[in-house]
């Protein structure tokens, strides 16, 4: 955790929800995605490059069998 500098605003973001479908129609498996509300953004004032972190399920249970 790091203080925020007071010329910089906190950006919002919030959970995309979707399900993958196969070709009969059923449901294959579900993918969140998190994702910034960059409208609320200025350039040059809230932000000077974008980062986002993607990570797969598999790759996370994997970490988490091996650690454990």
């Not at 409208?39 to 994997?62: M, N, P, T």
């Amino acid at each position: 955790m790091v203080l925020r500098p007071n010329k910089n605003n906190p950006i919002d973001v919030k959970w995309i929800y979707k399900e993958k479908k196969n070709v009969k129609g059923e449901i294959k498996r579900y993918k969140t995605r998190l994702v910034a509300k960059d409208y609320s953004q200025k350039q040059e004032i809230d932000y000077d490059e974008i980062f986002a972190l993607v990570a797969r399920l598999e790759i996370i249970q994997l970490i988490i069998a091996i650690t454990a």
